[in-house]
């Protein structure tokens, strides 16, 4: 009898231990199941992270920039600038002697109309401007990763996201870089 109950006993023990070593066995990782974003150290965490940041690769955005520059008027510009001028200084001319022929009450004053006070504005010439300034448009191709990581030092990892773009994809200048959405997210704690 009492190796009836050693022997149910043992066998017992042997059913708890295999239950306990079967559970054990599901709640332990195996190294393929162990994280591989903890990290000894910082530079390895970031290292990884900077890694992993290369490897998704880059998107282009295009986005279209007015240019202003300023060039020299050419001789042309500058004959046909010189033409409006004389131009405008024919007609404030004309309006001044007809307003001083309205004026006039005598036929000796509006003999004097035509050599009368001029309103002459000194260095019409120098309106004339030597310079214009031309826009021009150009399109610009910026290149940006897809992956971007930054330190968090309170959690002490690397939070790293992946913006759902594709790879090598061109996209028109987005209003604000957070509208496009994100597909991932990593961490590589330290």
Do not use: H
């Amino acid at each position: 009898m009492f190796i009836a109950v050693v022997g149910s006993g043992l066998v017992g023990m042997l059913v708890y231990a295999g239950i306990f070593y079967s559970n054990a066995k599901r709640t332990i990782p195996t190294p393929d199941e162990i994280d591989q974003s903890i990290f000894q150290s910082k530079q390895e965490a970031e290292n990884a992270a900077n890694e992993w940041i290369s490897l998704g690769g880059v998107y282009f955005v295009e986005t279209l920039a007015t240019v202003r520059r300023t060039v020299p008027l050419t001789a042309l510009e500058k004959k046909r600038l010189k033409s409006q001028n004389n131009q405008s200084m024919r007609q404030r001319i004309e309006a001044e002697y007809s307003d001083c022929l309205e004026k006039a009450e005598t036929d000796l004053a509006k003999e004097l109309c035509s050599f009368g006070p001029r309103k002459v504005i000194a260095g019409d010439d120098a309106k004339i401007p030597r310079k214009k300034i031309v826009k021009d448009q150009e399109l610009k191709k910026v290149e940006y990763q897809r992956r971007e990581c930054s330190d968090d030092q309170e959690l002490q990892s690397f939070e790293c996201i992946e913006l759902d773009v594709a790879r090598d994809a061109v996209v028109s200048r987005p209003s604000d870089k957070k509208s496009i959405p994100i597909k991932a997210f990593q961490q590589f704690r330290y």
